[in-house]
């Protein structure tokens, strides 16, 4: 099985339930489709701590942009979008052509 996010609140009451239920760890782990770690980790932190819910939402470096800096983040990337963006043609469009020579002796035509 590949790693996947926290458990939420309930999956982790589910793991806690299954041990005092009397399975065994390898038996919670089949059941449920969780590790044998998951299962021991989160039954270990209820027997220790009495929690259930995972601390990982205050974990990690706090957000250097409040709220109203996302909101012109956004406008900003908004802009330059290039879906957001109306293509404009200056004077028509049309090419200017220029012809000349320059010499060491004479200005040409």
């Not at 996947?4 to 982790?12: A, I, T």
């Not at 900003?76 to 052509?97: I, K, R």
């Amino acid at each position: 099985m590949g790693k996947k996010g926290d458990l939420s609140n309930f999956e982790r009451g589910i793991v806690v339930g299954a041990r005092r239920a009397g399975l065994s760890i390898s038996q919670s782990a089949q059941l449920l489709g969780f590790s044998r770690t998951t299962i021991s980790r989160v039954y270990k932190e209820w027997c220790e701590k009495g929690k259930t819910s995972s601390m990982r939402q205050s974990c990690g470096r706090k957000c250097l942009v409040d709220a109203r800096g996302q909101r012109r983040m956004g406008q900003l990337n908004e802009n330059m979008d290039p879906s957001c963006l109306v293509t404009t043609v200056q004077a028509g469009g049309g090419g200017v052509m220029v012809w000349g020579m320059f010499s060491w002796h004479t200005l040409g035509p």
